[in-house]
């Protein structure tokens, strides 16, 4: 008998449900008015910009630094064409602390954290000729200079801005070993409409629909009947109830509390113990279910398509008898998912995993059903109350939100791929526009019900 090609994706449809539940974060936003903690002194009411630092070596351009403007100084200009071009000098004391020795008159001076105020700082550079200064952090955040509470009388009309430290450690070498730098200090807005984002948002509602519609429009004429080999498992009830007539599972609504529950207890674990190994776990784990879901929306497309192949089957050694469609269907998933693995920090990386995140949750929504609205109800509300807990409330016990810590990788050189993302085009800022699989998928799971049992329905009787 052929092996079916939906049945082994079963198990691991399950465990998706909780790995996808960790979801995607955007980046900051290039101002803010966060006023905590901070003076209301006249000269002190700059909004916090992220600035683009650009710097030459010797005349050879560098890689932009972004760094963080202070809630004091001089404005920045928007453009990069208004911005000057001016040399970086190394301040003598390094802290910019005290009366400088070195030479600052139209240079940017670049100092150290610590030993004295920030406004001390800008103080000092100011006297000495400086017509901006660089903060290099003690570590890679970007710390909001403020006014201090005793700073009754400010005139800084210099520009002060803080990088971060691994940025400012290169460039203090490159002075130090007497090379010649240029920078460039200009803060760039944001697009008003993130074209970007309308179009992840079509990106995730076209995937719920295709996965609505999907039974009715794309496999309505089924492969033979004879290569369905799932059948009921008898066993306790452990959330799901697995179906024998079709390849899906439908979740009750205790097995929907227990997914929030394990899932919480997951995104603990990765948050405590989060590495470049086990992100790694989780990337194999998403090419694997990225495989499966790319051959199950292929072979149905193709299926479809040629009817013919739908039904031709090969016998092989070990495997049995197997459509003839999943031969060459499969190797081709394989290497898809394995260049995306191999190339997933270039550039178009994002495309294919995209292709492969769409083609996983289609097959999941295929799989995953809800048998009725108050299973929905208990699973998006414990949903709601999961995202709100661990993005918003989480930062008050663990000082830092731990959906946006696990889903950023922090600390591994990864992220976690179980998102859909797409480069932000026309943002000088660059980065991605991000949105995880959770954000779709249960959604999904109430308009795919929604179809099934109140628009197909209707549709179905208004054609009689």
């Not at 890689?63 to 928007?78: C, M």
């Not at 009947?225 to 452990?238: A, S």
């Not at 109830?241 to 207890?265: C, P, Q, T």
Request: net charge negative.
């Amino acid at each position: 008998m052929a092996t079916d090609h939906r049945a082994s994706l079963l198990p691991f449809a399950a465990a998706l449900l909780v790995l996808l539940l960790a979801g995607g974060a955007a980046a900051d936003d290039a101002s803010s008015d966060d006023d905590a903690g901070t003076s209301r002194t006249p000269g002190c009411s700059n909004k916090f910009q992220l600035v683009k630092v650009k710097n030459w070596v010797n005349g050879t351009e560098g890689t932009t630094v972004v760094g963080l403007s202070a809630k004091f100084g001089a404005p920045l200009p928007r453009d990069i064409h208004e911005a000057k071009k001016s040399f970086a000098v190394l301040a003598n004391p390094i802290d910019c602390c005290s009366n400088l020795t070195s030479k600052l008159t139209s240079s940017v001076a670049i100092a150290t954290r610590g030993e004295c105020a920030f406004m001390e700082k800008a103080n000092t550079a100011q006297a000495g000729g400086a017509t901006g200064l660089l903060v290099i952090n003690d570590n890679e955040e970007l710390y909001k200079m403020v006014c201090g509470e005793t700073d009754t009388s400010i005139n800084v009309t210099i520009p002060v801005v803080m990088i971060p430290q691994s940025a400012g450690k290169k460039l203090k070498n490159f002075l130090h070993h007497g090379a010649s730098v240029e920078v460039q200090l200009y803060s760039p807005n944001r697009p008003t409409v993130d074209l970007s984002a309308c179009f992840l948002w079509i990106m995730a509602v076209g995937t719920i629909v295709c996965a609505s519609l999907w039974t009715e429009f794309v496999t309505c004429e089924q492969v033979d009947e004879r290569y369905n080999q799932l059948t009921r498992k008898d066993g306790p009830d452990t959330g799901t109830n697995y179906r024998e007539d079709k390849e899906i599972f439908e979740i009750s609504a205790k097995g929907a509390i227990v997914f929030i529950i394990v899932a919480s207890v997951f995104l603990l674990l990765l948050f405590y113990f989060m590495s470049s190994w086990f992100v790694w776990v989780l990337i194999v784990l998403f090419c694997i279910g990225g495989i499966e879901g790319m051959h199950v929306c292929l072979v149905m497309l193709l299926a479809r398509i040629f009817k013919d192949c739908g039904r031709k089957t090969v016998q092989l050694p070990f495997l049995g008898e197997i459509l003839l469609l999943s031969v060459g269907i499969v190797p081709f998933c394989v290497v898809f998912a394995i260049l995306w693995a191999v190339y997933r920090h270039a550039s178009f990386a994002w495309i294919g995993q995209d292709v492969l995140g769409i083609c996983l949750m289609i097959t999941v929504l295929q799989m995953a059903r809800l048998p009725n609205i108050k299973v929905a109800s208990a699973l998006l509300s414990a949903a709601f109350v999961y995202d709100i807990f661990w993005v918003f409330i989480s930062p008050l016990i663990f000082n830092e939100s731990v959906m946006i810590a696990v889903a950023r990788g922090d600390n591994t050189g990864e992220s976690i791929p179980m998102l859909l993302r797409i480069p932000r085009f026309f943002d000088p800022w660059g980065g991605y526009d991000m949105i995880g699989f959770g954000d779709i998928i249960f959604p999904g799971l109430l308009v795919a019900f929604s179809y099934r049992y109140v628009i197909l329905p209707y549709t179905l009787f208004t054609s009689l």
